[in-house]
T-cell receptor, first 114, second 113 residues
């Protein structure tokens, strides 16, 4: 049973560029959430996708956008990169009908903005 | 929105000692409280969780307690081992498939042999 997979694992960008990160949820899961984890901090919720729509959003600017595909995989896009966007980006999947609400995390994509 | 405070930020213990990490939350509607362990460069992994209808839960050397009135919950690790060294995060959310987690800032636990 494949867990949550993310790509790429590491990437380096320069200020002003754009980046796309990808996530495949755990088999059987239909909900994907994205979190940003800055160095030495806890993960912060960016947004959540279910049925190809953004269902909830955290306190992040519009430069952060996403998409969910019919196969439940998801992309996170960040435009006009800033130095402060350097972080580990974690994808987490869950099942909407699951009473437990347990999240399963991927290994993350580490973004460095120079 | 929800706010989770976690203490201490670092905790050093000797192997075999107990470790306690404490968290408080602000939203009285939160009813799901997981704890994650994150080793360096790895994903956060769920180690134990508790729901609001339970006051305490134990799994081998790990236990979690919840006080809903005071809005705080704690992680207890007994007989610590060097492999327990990691960063531990508490979190809070509304239980359910649409739940989103609000995390604390983490506690770096160092267990010395």
């Amino acid at each position: 049973d494949a867990g949550v997979t993310q790509s790429p694992t590491h990437l380096i960008k320069t200020r002003g560029q754009q980046v796309t990160l990808r996530c495949s949820p755990k088999s059987g899961h239909d909900t994907v959430s994205w979190y940003q984890q800055a160095l030495g901090q806890g993960p912060q919720f960016i947004f959540q996708y279910y049925e190809e729509e953004e269902r909830q959003r955290g306190n992040f600017p519009d430069r952060f956008s996403g998409h969910q595909f019919p196969n439940y995989s998801s992309e996170l896009n960040v435009n006009a990169l800033l130095l402060g966007d350097s972080a580990l980006y974690l994808c987490a999947s869950s099942l909407a009908g699951d009473y437990t609400g347990e999240l399963f995390f991927g290994e993350g994509s580490r973004l460095t903005v120079l | 929105g929800e706010n989770v405070e976690q203490h201490p930020s670092t905790l050093s213990v000797q192997e075999g000692d107990s470790a306690v990490i404490k968290c408080t939350y602000s939203d009285s509607a939160s009813n799901y409280f997981p704890w994650y362990k994150q080793e360096l460069g790895k994903r956060p992994q769920l180690i134990i969780d508790i729901r609001s209808n339970v006051g305490e839960k134990k799994d081998q050397r790990i236990a979690v307690t919840l006080n809903k009135t005071a809005k705080h919950f704690s992680l207890h690790i007994t007989e610590t081992q060097p492999e327990d060294s990691a960063v531990y995060f508490c979190a809070a959310s509304l239980q359910g498939g649409y739940s989103t987690l609000t995390f604390g800032k983490g506690t770096m636990l160092l267990v010395s042999p």
